[in-house]
């Protein structure tokens, strides 16, 4: 089995502090966050580690254990820091890949800008496996901005959408609006 590196996902801080963790990562809006790439200050290094602040929270670096040293910054250095979030003892802190000095302090905006662009996904419904025709009437009303639900995306969206489609047709629970989009009968 190959190991495959997931992707620095660009975060703030607080995303990392207040979402809920396991052993996949993070979870904020967009998604689970395995590698984050977090944008700060260097407010103060202690014993434990370092602590890095963004203007949404702080957290604890600590350097990784099987990668090499990172580069150490100074107080008051702006760096960018692409890290796993990690949580020991109900403390949040930031396993370090990399650590590089940003000599630029329009990266700390151009980061801000970048995360205001960024938009959280659309919650997708899980198919209901003890009720598909639940799952996928939900789902029609998340889909339904008027105009009807599309067909073909319920159907890759929920497996056994087909056949829990036409058993609502034919139950008279939903209808097709036009050729490819469905309405919930209300």
């Known amino acids: ?36 790439s977090v944008i700060g200050v260097i407010t ?24 090499p040293i990172p580069i150490m910054p100074r107080v008051g250095e ?35 800008r970048e995360l205001a662009l960024l938009v959280p996904r659309e919650p997708t419904v899980k198919a209901d496996t003890t009720n598909p025709k639940r799952a996928v009437l939900e789902r029609i009303k998340q889909l339904d901005e008027g105009t009807g639900a599309d067909i073909e995306l319920l159907i890759s969206e929920i497996p056994q959408a087909e056949g829990v489609i036409t058993a609502l047709l034919t139950q008279g ?14």
């Open 1 to 36: 089995m190959q190991f495959e590196r997931q992707p620095a996902i660009p975060c703030t801080l607080v995303e990392i502090a207040k979402g809920p963790i396991d052993t996949q990562g993070v979870t904020i809006s967009r998604g689970v966050v395995s590698r984050a």
């Open 44 to 67: 103060s290094i202690t014993e434990a580690g370092t602590i890095l602040e963004d203007g949404t929270s702080h957290i604890l670096l600590r350097p990784s254990e099987f990668s």
């Open 78 to 112: 702006i760096v960018v820091v692409i890290g796993k979030p990690r949580e020991y003892s109900g403390q949040r802190y930031l396993q370090m890949e990399i650590c590089k000095r940003l000599r630029n302090p329009a990266w700390v905006e151009y980061r801000r």
């Open 173 to 186: 629970d939903i209808f097709e609006i036009r050729p490819g989009k469905l309405k919930v009968l209300e």
